[in-house]
């Protein structure tokens, strides 16, 4: 039984030695990374993607695919700092709404759940393909913010909210314990619950959940929606930390988020993988972009070192895959 | 005169079960030759060896009179033997054209694909065939019966000597049949030699020259078809020396625990063509009631219907336990009671990645769980105890299922249904490709719950089995229910008299 549960560890174990080599060399490397300040700095950049790719390990387990977490994170955090800064004003009923910080948060955190359950209603009722409804969300998305914003950064939205971006709690910044919820909560979910494990059954064998009574189209409508949520949640993180919501926020955030579950060891088939691998996975891409830049690595350099990593990481999961 | 193609002595296993044992046949030019066997008989697996599909066998293949050894099926076509599969194997998005000359495309002197030429061959070969369609259009706007034809067009497209034909009239209608039949026999009199699979007796006799029959694996008989009968073949076909250990007779209960009236279920790619029509039954609390057809008989979309999977196209009543039901989906027939163990188990069975434990509870979830979450000390009892009652050989509940024997992975999947105590449990097909200890495992297991009072409803297409397990045996032929037997009366012959459809050709 133990030998059986290394087993299915494998690929957590591994990111594990990975990320410990990696921080090794760096710290070897540069005077900077074994630092209190660059390990904080490193946590809060790396909690936004941790809170996007919670989601889209949700969604690739059941064998979809989001596209549209960078856009909704864009415009969510957006709707949050419009709803702050301005309320919402109709002026033929003269008639003013202010919000205040919790108000607009929900306020964001609704908007991102209501496209997922767009996203999800597409896929299971109209059995458009995930990459193509979620590819049509991330467009339509980005306009809304484009409309919303009207192009323009939305600042000024005061201190309460900057301290969800900027802020400490006991010695931890505010982002990290967001992000950390969100592992903690998403970890129960689908280790603990019903809905964790028909996760699980619609990714590993759709025809068979069907048949075991278990209720997909809930179920999925549920996954896009949590992935709309959590995109709504780095959203708000990262518009909290810049105090400013910008119109183009969040751009490409969608494959960073699909490279951490990869390198977790999530497979894109669905059905197999685990949230703390890609935990792992993020922290591992967070750890390399930081040390890519203190070892001033050109930019150019950087990307194609990141591509080389995501291909590295699922090609030993494949060959982990051939020997089980 | 030499066999264009012939048999000698093959022997082909499959992981240790033996699919033919030392077949010999002879395949003569000008003549047809029909192959006739129950599912299973091995038909398949030798078209597949003759056509190089299965290239690792005992024996050997002789090609007039020289001894050949396909090593892949483009072998076996250059050398001009084509087949016509009983399942289609056209691309649906390209065109009539295009699907007939796929991997032997023309070209012309720049390299380039010849359409003109291409279209005006298919063209021909369509007139040749009666067949009624552009060669331009999409094979997916052809209706299965012209596809069919489509498919057997693209055989006839090179000069083959030897033509093997898979079920070739499943599909198609009267009028198809009629120009098929004059398309063999018109190679037939050009000197080929053509195997004819069918279930459907009537067209053997109208068109073959010879028959085989196969029973599992062996050739039990062959000679000229003008020299037999009928009830001789069907005979041969079912005729079993093993003794079949009837039931000890319990007392069965009067009590109807499902009423199924005049159910229908149309056909999305034939609407005249229902694939359930008229059928009534009923199922008494603790019976085992067997179904038996041949396949495409209707018996899969007969349980899935009654597990709700084809609502949108289904008409008729079911009633449970005298309330009338209206399952929409499957959901609603578990929550009403209704299991079904799935004909495919790697396709609708299993979860392959999940552990032994999680595939165990997927449909009893509630039953694991404490205060909304779920509590993995429940899963461990609850996989103790099906372990342990089913007899399952499993090394932990961690294991995964997809590295457990087929008949330990049929055991779970029972489990899981047992674990709910349906009021009516379906099999369908609960022990194919299982070895023989655990086939009589799920026999013993099926004996048990049926007098626990869960009423049983087995699909199978092996006799022997229908005839160990069943109550009372309902035949299916066509969609529809031929016959129905009493154990009593039930014998492997009135079966398979019933199962055969007749009266089709002419």
């Known amino acids: 039984m133990i030998s059986i549960k290394k087993k299915l560890n494998i690929a957590q174990f591994q990111s594990l030695i990975a990320l410990f080599i990696l921080c090794l060399g760096l710290a070897?490397?540069?005077?900077?990374?074994?630092?209190?300040d660059n390990f904080w700095n490193v946590m809060r950049q790396i909690s936004v993607n941790v809170c996007i790719s919670v989601g889209m390990t949700l969604v690739?387990?059941?064998a979809g695919i989001d596209l549209s977490v960078g856009s909704i994170l864009a415009f969510c955090g957006a709707v949050t700092a419009g709803l702050l800064s301005n309320g919402i004003s109709i002026p033929a009923l003269n008639l003013f709404i202010g919000f205040t910080v919790l108000g607009a948060v929900l306020a964001g955190l609704l908007v991102g759940g209501g496209l997922g359950f767009i996203n999800g209603y597409a896929i299971t009722k109209f059995k458009v393909p995930p990459f193509v409804a979620t590819l049509a969300m991330l467009t339509m998305a980005r306009g809304f913010t484009m409309l919303w914003t009207k192009g323009h950064p939305i600042s000024g939205l005061g201190e309460t909210f900057g301290f969800l971006g900027t802020g400490w709690f006991l010695g931890i910044p505010m982002p990290v314990w967001i992000s950390g919820i969100v592992v903690v909560t998403a970890i129960v979910l689908t280790g603990k619950?019903?809905?964790?494990?028909?996760?699980?059954?619609?990714?590993?064998?759709?025809?068979?959940?069907?048949?075991?009574?278990?209720?997909?189209?809930?179920?999925?409508?549920?996954?896009?929606?949590?992935?709309?949520?959590?995109?709504?949640?780095?959203g708000i993180l990262v518009t909290a930390r810049l105090d400013s919501a910008q119109p183009n926020a969040g751009f490409s955030y969608e494959l960073d988020a699909i490279a951490a579950v990869v390198i977790g060891g999530t497979s894109l088939s669905g059905g197999r993988g685990t949230i703390l691998g890609t935990v792992l996975g993020a922290i591992i891409i967070g750890v390399l972009n930081n040390g890519l830049i203190l070892l001033s690595v050109s930019p150019f350099w950087q990307q194609v070192i990141k591509g080389l990593v995501i291909l590295l990481a699922v090609i030993i999961d494949k060959s982990n895959q051939k020997s089980e | 005169m030499t066999a264009l193609l012939e048999v000698q002595q093959i022997t082909k296993k499959f992981s240790g079960v033996t699919a033919l044992s030392q077949v010999d046949l002879r395949l003569e030019g000008g003549k047809v030759t029909a192959l006739i066997g129950e599912n299973g008989a091995g038909k398949s697996t030798l078209l597949k060896i003759m056509s190089g599909i299965h290239t690792d066998y005992e024996g050997e293949l002789l090609f007039k009179g020289q001894e050949i050894k396909f090593s892949r099926p483009k072998d076996a076509q250059d050398m001009g033997i084509s087949i016509i599969h009983q399942e289609l194997n056209l691309i649906p998005y390209l065109t009539v054209a295009q699907n007939i000359f796929l991997g032997r495309e023309l070209v012309n002197a720049f390299g380039f694909l010849d359409r003109d030429k291409m279209i005006r061959k298919t063209k021909a070969l369509l007139e040749r065939l009666k067949l009624e369609v552009e060669p331009t259009a999409l094979v997916s706007t052809l209706r299965v019966g012209q596809q069919q034809i489509v498919e057997i067009a693209k055989a006839l497209l090179t000069e083959s000597s030897v033509v093997f034909m898979d079920e070739p009239t499943s599909a198609i209608g009267e009028s198809e049949t009629a120009v098929l039949f004059e398309i063999i026999n018109k190679l037939k009199a050009e000197g080929k030699a053509i195997v004819y699979i069918s279930h459907k007796l009537e067209e053997l006799f109208a068109l073959a020259d010879n028959f085989v029959v196969l029973r599992d694996g062996k050739v039990v008989g062959q000679g000229e078809i003008s020299a037999i009968s009928r009830p001789m073949l069907i005979n041969m076909m079912a005729g079993r020396s093993v003794k079949v250990i009837k039931k000890s007779n319990k007392k069965s209960s009067k009590e109807k625990v499902l009423q199924v009236k005049n159910l229908q279920l149309t056909n999305p790619d034939n609407p005249s063509r229902p694939l359930?029509?008229?059928?009534?039954?009923?199922?008494?609390?603790?019976?085992?009631?067997?179904?038996?057809?041949?396949?495409?008989?209707?018996?899969?979309?007969?349980?899935?219907?009654?597990?709700?999977?084809?609502?949108?196209?289904?008409?008729g009543?079911?009633?449970?336990?005298?309330?009338?039901?209206?399952?929409?989906?499957?959901?609603?027939?578990?929550?009403?009671?209704?299991?079904?163990?799935?004909?495919?188990r790697k396709k609708d069975g299993i979860v392959p990645n999940m552990s032994v434990g999680k595939n165990l509870s997927l449909s009893v979830l509630e039953q694991v769980s404490s205060y909304g979450f779920l509590n993995s000390t429940l899963q461990t009892t609850l996989?103790?105890?099906?372990?342990?009652?089913?007899?399952?050989?499993?090394?932990?509940?961690?294991?995964?299922?997809?590295?457990?024997?087929?008949?330990?992975?049929?055991?779970?999947?029972?489990?899981?249904?047992?674990?709910?105590?349906?009021?009516?449990?379906?099999?369908?097909?609960?022990?194919?490709?299982?070895?023989?200890?655990?086939?009589?495992?799920?026999?013993?297991?099926?004996?048990?719950?049926?007098?626990?009072?869960?009423?049983?409803?087995?699909?199978?297409?092996?006799?022997?089995?229908?005839?160990?397990?069943?109550?009372?045996?309902?035949?299916?032929?066509?969609?529809?229910?031929?016959?129905?037997?009493?154990?009593?009366?039930?014998?492997?012959?009135?079966?398979?008299?019933?199962?055969?459809p007749e009266n089709l050709t002419k």
């Open chain 2, 383 to 500: 996989y103790d105890k099906y372990v342990a009652s089913l007899k399952i050989k499993v090394h932990s509940e961690e294991q995964l299922i997809k590295n457990l024997s087929g008949g330990n992975q049929q055991k779970v999947i029972l489990g899981k249904w047992i674990a709910r105590s349906p009021k009516v449990l379906m099999l369908d097909e609960p022990t194919r490709g299982i070895d023989i200890n655990a086939k009589n495992e799920i026999y013993e297991l099926i004996s048990q719950l049926s007098q626990s009072g869960i009423s049983i409803l087995v699909v199978s297409s092996e006799i022997p089995e229908i005839l160990a397990i069943s109550d009372r045996i309902l035949v299916m032929a066509e969609g529809e229910i031929s016959a129905q037997f009493s154990s009593e009366d039930a014998t492997e012959n009135n079966i398979m008299n019933a199962c055969i």
């Open chain 1, 28 to 36: 070897l490397m540069t005077d900077n990374f074994m630092t209190t």
């Open chain 1, 193 to 234: 619950t019903r809905f964790g494990r028909y996760i699980y059954a619609i990714g590993g064998n759709e025809n068979a959940s069907l048949l075991s009574g278990i209720p997909i189209a809930k179920v999925k409508m549920w996954v896009y929606a949590l992935a709309g949520i959590l995109a709504a949640v780095g």
């Open chain 1, 60 to 62: 690739i387990l059941t």
């Open chain 2, 317 to 344: 009543s079911i009633e449970l336990e005298g309330k009338e039901m209206l399952f929409k989906n499957p959901i609603m027939a578990i929550e009403a009671g209704m299991a079904l163990v799935p004909e495919d």
């Open chain 2, 276 to 315: 359930l029509n008229n059928i009534h039954f009923d199922l008494h609390n603790g019976e085992v009631l067997g179904i038996y057809g041949l396949m495409g008989a209707g018996r899969t979309e007969l349980c899935e219907s009654l597990f709700g999977l084809h609502h949108r196209r289904m008409t």
